[in-house]
T-cell receptor, first 112, second 112 residues
Framework: QQPVQSPQAVILREGEDAVINCSSS?????VHWYRQKHGEAPIFLMI?????EQKGHDKISASFNEKKQQSSLYLTASQLSYSGTYFC?????????????FGQGTILTVHP | DTEVTQTPKHLVMGMTNKKSLKCEQH?????MYWYKQKAKKPPELMFV???????INESVPSRFSPECPNSSLLNLHLHALQPEDSALYLC???????????FGPGTRLLVL
């Protein structure tokens, strides 16, 4: 079952912050976040495992609320290079090891 | 090094042709994946290989035939495709299933 991402699109000025949410109706083992630019491969950002954790590097961080089956990606002080489509990929608990189901994507546009 | 390579970059084929897509990684990863991505949509899982054995087939039509000859190489054999099969085909690999998946640049396929 496909996770639901919100918002569908975000427009920012450089230096502004954004939050992208990913929600599942099923119990999750992990949440994976990727950024994809047009015509390119998805680039891995971070993985969060059940147990409810928060991770971050540089100005991008993420959290995973296991009880709510929700994850959020936080982009702070956005840069032009942050533009692209962000996908969350979820793996359900207990089934189909390695099967990632991706949300529909959030298009992030950063303007100068 | 997190490089996954895919050849060819672009492929045009007729509905009666037989062609193959190739994916290679030299990271020692033991899980490899094929995804299909249509324009403005998320990647959709097709197949998962673990230790060179097919572990997940997402009910993919038999005109797509995967093969994993060794731990570094993954092929996708194509035969009698339909125009609706035109898409970006992405390969990914991970150390083991359930771990971070690294994507290759993809093969853009057009079926005429």
């Amino acid at each position: 079952q496909q996770p639901v991402q919100s918002p569908q699109a975000v427009i920012l000025r450089e230096g502004e912050d954004a939050v992208i949410n990913c929600s599942s109706s099923k119990a999750l083992y992990s949440v994976h976040w990727y950024r994809q630019k047009h015509g390119e491969a998805p680039i891995f950002l971070m993985i969060l495992l059940k147990g409810g954790e928060q991770k971050g590097h540089d100005k991008i961080s993420a959290s995973f609320n296991e009880k709510k089956q929700q994850s959020s990606l936080y982009l702070t002080a956005s840069q032009l290079s942050y533009s692209g489509t962000y996908f969350c990929g979820t793996e359900r608990s207990g089934t189909s090891y390695g099967k990632l189901t991706f949300g529909q994507g959030t298009i992030l546009t950063v303007h100068p | 090094d997190t490089e996954v390579t895919q050849t060819p970059k672009h492929l045009v084929m007729g509905m009666t042709n037989k062609k193959s897509l190739k994916c290679e990684q030299h990271m020692g990863h033991r899980a490899m994946y094929w995804y299909k991505q249509k324009a403005k949509k998320p990647p959709e899982l097709m197949f998962v290989y673990s230790y060179e054995k097919l572990s997940i087939n997402e009910s993919v039509p038999s005109r797509f035939s995967p093969e994993c000859p060794n731990s570094s190489l993954l092929n996708l054999h194509l035969h009698a495709l339909q125009p609706e099969d035109s898409a970006l085909y992405l390969c990914a690999s991970s150390q083991h299933r359930r771990e971070t998946q690294y994507f290759g640049p993809g093969t853009r396929l057009l079926v005429l």
